[in-house]
């Protein structure tokens, strides 16, 4: 089956970077897009960016941009989000997503998140 | 941007109960909205794709309707492991989620 396995919570200090990482099974990777969705502790989701595995393509919300790199390496399935200069306000879990546009012989300009990662813990503090 | 508002943010029911909940567009995202079910720590879990399409292994109980600018999703005969946090998210121009439904099973 389709599983998406992210990396363990993470410490970091304000001003530091942090790297989570999506091991992907179940499906050929460059089959589908990834997303990166953060929830801030008691909040709603907020999707952050996606990668095309096959291309190395990205995309972030511009809230992000200059802040958090995307990258893949197809020898291991996996998928990377890294976010620099983090801020009190970064703390969240973070979830990887697969996107699916297609279902029971259908196939459809856009899509859904399905499924996704377990989240991974990102605690900012000095 | 498009905005995606949900109403009510929180709502209270009994077992057996009929709930509707809302998500509104601020502008047209055809039929490209999806809805997710999430419990607490715990990802979030498709429910529904394409506005209506039931995702396979989610009960029968759960319905998706609307087109444009305006959704629902209603779950009738609620069971107690319906109790959860229900998102709406377009993907029809970049992507955005509504602000989420906490339902509560009395």
């Known amino acids: 089956q389709v599983q998406l396995v992210q990396s363990g919570a993470e410490v970091k200090r304000p001003g530091a970077s942090v790297k989570v990482s999506c091991k992907t099974s179940?499906?050929?990777?460059?089959?589908?897009?990834i997303h990166w969705v953060r929830q801030a502790p008691g909040q709603g989701l907020e999707w952050m960016g996606w990668i095309d595995p096959k291309s190395g393509d990205t995309d972030s919300a511009q809230k992000f941009q200059g802040r958090v790199t995307l990258t893949s390496d197809s020898s291991i399935n996996t998928v990377y989000m890294e976010l620099s200069g983090l801020r009190s306000d970064d703390a969240a879990v973070y979830y990887c997503a697969r996107a699916e546009d297609c279902s029971g012989g259908s196939c459809y300009s856009y899509g859904w998140f399905d499924p996704w990662g377990q989240g991974t813990q990102v605690t900012v503090s000095s | 941007d498009i905005q995606m508002t949900q109403s009510p943010s929180s709502l209270s029911a009994s077992v057996g109960d009929t709930v509707t909940i809302t998500c509104r567009a601020s502008?047209?995202?055809?039929?490209?909205l999806n809805w997710y079910q999430q419990k607490p720590g715990e990802a979030p879990k498709l429910l529904i794709y394409?506005?209506?399409i039931l995702q396979t292994g989610v009960p029968s109980r759960f319905s998706g309707s609307g087109s444009r600018t305006d959704f629902t999703l209603t779950i009738s005969n609620l069971h107690p492991e319906d109790s959860a946090t229900y998102y709406c998210?377009?993907?029809?121009?970049?992507?955005?989620f509504g602000q989420g439904t906490k339902l509560e099973i009395k």
């Open positions: 502008q047209s995202v055809s039929t490209y």
């Open positions: 998210q377009q993907t029809y121009t970049s992507f955005s």
């Open positions: 179940g499906y050929t990777f460059a089959g589908h897009y």
């Open positions: 394409i506005a209506s």
